[in-house]
């Protein structure tokens, strides 16, 4: 019995593992820079936060009936990566997300 729970536990742990690696693949970074001015932006425009009953992390969907602005020019241009991008501030954090699938990409706290 202990080799099976112990070949389970180790079946487990994988499958997390996995699980977090394939979150973070589609993870892009942001330099410290553009974390800032993105920052700037969101607070200069007064963006609307949104709060979220649960904790959203890169490559999470963030829930259909969130409005999801825009990335603004200026963030664009220091990160062209972003694109056709959109973002939410929810939960205190600004979170970009691909406009097609609404899959968190980068989180800014």
């Known amino acids: 019995m202990n080799k099976t729970f112990a070949s389970l536990a ?7 593992g996995t699980s977090l690696a394939a979150a973070q693949a ?3 970074g942001l330099a410290p820079e553009v974390r800032t001015t993105f ?7 007064n ?8 904790h959203l992390v890169v490559g999470g969907v963030v ?5 999801l602005h825009p990335v603004p020019p200026v963030v664009i241009a220091r990160a062209p990566e972003f694109a056709g991008h959109r973002f939410v501030l929810a939960n205190e954090r600004i979170h ?14």
């Open 39 to 45: 920052h700037q932006h969101v607070t200069a425009t």
């Open 63 to 67: 829930p259909a009936g969130i409005i």
């Open 10 to 16: 180790a079946a487990v742990i994988v499958s997390l």
């Open 96 to 109: 970009i997300v691909h406009p097609e699938t609404r899959a968190i990409v980068t989180v800014i706290h």
């Open 47 to 54: 963006i609307a936060p949104v709060m979220v009953d649960r």
């Open 26 to 28: 589609g993870a892009i």
